[in-house]
């Protein structure tokens, strides 16, 4: 059963700390999302890399947060220094663009961020 | 720039009750339209997909139709379970690309 990987599931850190989350997209998919979920503002996207290109990540902090893609099994999403306006839930979903299966966009179970 | 709305925020139901979720979306030159379920503290699950070329799509109880001339969108569930408690959220693309933008989400409870 394909599915998108996250690591760490949770991680509480102190403000200042770098912290850096990990993605494993679906086999075969091209486009990897970021997204940042949180009670105030719902689901703002990050990020958004096709074919490991950035394609838009215009949604970041750019001071702070920075998004990469290695190679095409995994994405990053880093925070340097980390703020605790910061916690929130950060989802990667990965999708295949331009199938005849629809695009269909598939989420991971997400990183549950909490800075103090 | 694509923005999405949800109506109502959240809605409490008996069970069996036929139910209509909305979405509206304002740039109306996209590929497609997705509406997800999330339970708490988990991820989003895919519930069903309209390309542009549909007006509808459905999958088992779920029926999803799309109006792209008026920006809208709909997610009728019918005969509801206590089992579709949760979270229904639609994303819609920015025009001409597959960067989705969703709507806050409708939270749902169905009643035993």
């Known amino acids: 059963d394909a599915r998108v990987t996250q690591t760490p599931r949770h991680k509480v850190t102190e403000m200042g700390q770098e912290v850096t989350m990990r993605c494993q997209p679906i086999?075969?998919?091209?486009?990897v999302f970021w997204y940042r979920q949180t009670m105030m503002q719902g689901l703002e996207l990050l990020a958004y890399?096709?074919?490991?290109?950035?394609?838009?990540d215009s949604g970041m902090p750019k001071d702070r947060f920075s998004a990469e893609m290695p190679d095409a099994t995994l994405a990053t999403l880093k925070i340097q220094p980390s703020e605790p306006r910061d916690s929130a839930v950060y989802f990667c979903?990965?999708?295949?663009?331009?199938?005849?299966?629809?695009?269909?966009?598939?989420f991971g179970e997400g990183s549950w961020l909490t800075v103090v | 720039k694509q923005e999405v709305t949800q109506i109502p925020a959240a809605l409490s139901v008996p069970e069996g009750e036929n139910l209509v979720l909305n979405c509206s979306f304002t740039?109306?030159?996209?590929?497609?339209l997705q509406w997800f379920r999330q339970d708490p503290g988990k991820g989003l699950t895919s519930l069903l997909l309209?390309?542009?070329?549909?007006r509808e799509q459905t999958s088992g109880r779920l029926n999803a139709s799309l109006d792209k001339s008026s920006g809208r969108s709909t997610l009728y569930i019918a005969a509801s379970q206590p089992g579709d408690s949760a979270t229904y959220l639609c994303?819609?693309?920015?025009?001409?690309?597959?960067?989705?933008?969703f709507g806050t989400g409708t939270r749902l409870k169905v009643l035993a």
């Open positions: 309209i390309q542009s070329s549909q």
């Open positions: 086999l075969g998919h091209n486009t």
């Open positions: 979903a990965s999708g295949a663009d331009g199938t005849l299966t629809g695009n269909t966009i598939y």
């Open positions: 740039d109306s030159a996209i590929y497609n």
């Open positions: 994303a819609a693309p920015t025009s001409g690309t597959y960067k989705y933008i």
């Open positions: 890399f096709r074919n490991r290109a950035p394609l838009d």
